[in-house]
């Protein structure tokens, strides 16, 4: 998208909808930049950053009044772009602690956790954001809008979320000297039952990524 597109100068820089495909694009650039690797030592901590200020935009979204479309059935946007390449960066550059764990839904009562992946959270959130995205770049302010807004409270909201939770908390054990347990083979591509923690990972030491992810000499 070019910058005329996203900055048209009859748009008031201050309107809702300006701010939010800023803030949209800004993440999808910044995400992007981060998977190329150029700087490993800074992928956490940037990641922590990108992912805690697209969530307050999501959080704009959803104390928002609903948005509605103006047409009834959704235009189509062509083929989504692939993703694959950027979820394969990611999983190359956060790996070992890629993987962790999540419940699913807080309010559904002895919710089990499951696996989930950065790398997959990264790639899930960017498909939603550029399909939106899409509708703003061609003029359809409204049903952009209702896109985002609908994929926050749907998807990309409660994906991000999860996603920043496992970044801060690996901030934290890096931080405050805590080593990681043993991931006793937790992996997404096992079942969520009693195979799901399959011995296969053994111990990630805080010691052993603080160098790798930038967030502490050692």
Same mark, same amino acid.
């Not at 690996?170 to 006793?184: F, T």
């Given at each position: 998208m070019s910058d005329a597109t996203l900055h048209?100068?009859?748009?008031?820089?201050?309107?809702?909808? *300006?701010?939010?495909?800023?803030?949209?694009?800004?993440?999808?650039?910044?995400? =992007?930049?981060?998977?190329?690797?150029?700087? &490993?030592?800074?992928?956490? &901590?940037?990641?922590?950053l990108e992912i805690s200020q697209l969530l307050l935009t999501g959080g704009r979204l959803g104390a928002h009044e609903d948005f509605l479309p103006d047409e009834r059935y959704e235009p189509d946007v062509g083929p989504e &772009?692939?993703?694959?390449?950027l979820r394969e960066r990611f999983?190359? $550059?956060?790996?070992?602690?890629?993987?962790?764990?999540?419940?699913?839904? &807080?309010?559904?009562?002895?919710?089990a956790p499951v696996a989930c992946r950065i790398s997959d959270d990264l790639a899930d959130i960017i498909t939603?954001?550029?399909h939106g995205m899409a509708h703003y770049r061609d003029g359809r302010v409204s049903e952009a809008l209702w896109w985002w807004q609908f994929s926050?409270?749907?998807?990309?909201?409660?994906?991000?979320?999860?996603?920043?939770r496992a970044l801060q908390s $690996?901030?934290?054990?890096?931080? $405050?000297?805590?080593? $990681?347990?043993?991931?006793?083979g937790l992996d997404t591509d096992a079942d969520a039952?009693?195979?799901?923690?399959?011995?296969? =990972?053994?111990? *990630?030491? =805080? =010691?052993?990524?603080?160098?790798?992810?930038?967030?502490?000499?050692?």
């Open positions: 048209d100068a009859k748009r008031d820089p201050d309107d809702f909808a *300006v701010q939010i495909a800023d803030s949209v694009e800004s993440f999808i650039v910044a995400v =992007a930049e981060v998977s190329r690797g150029d700087e &490993p030592d800074s992928a956490v &901590p940037f990641l922590l &772009p692939d993703v694959d390449e999983a190359v $550059l956060l790996d070992p602690v890629d993987v962790y764990s999540e419940v699913f839904d &807080p309010y559904v009562p002895r919710s939603d954001l550029r926050y409270l749907s998807n990309w909201g409660p994906t991000a979320s999860a996603a920043l $690996l901030v934290a054990h890096v931080r $405050l000297d805590q080593p $990681l347990g043993e991931l006793d039952t009693d195979e799901q923690l399959a011995e296969e =990972a053994g111990k *990630v030491m =805080a =010691a052993e990524i603080a160098g790798p992810l930038g967030l502490r000499s050692v």
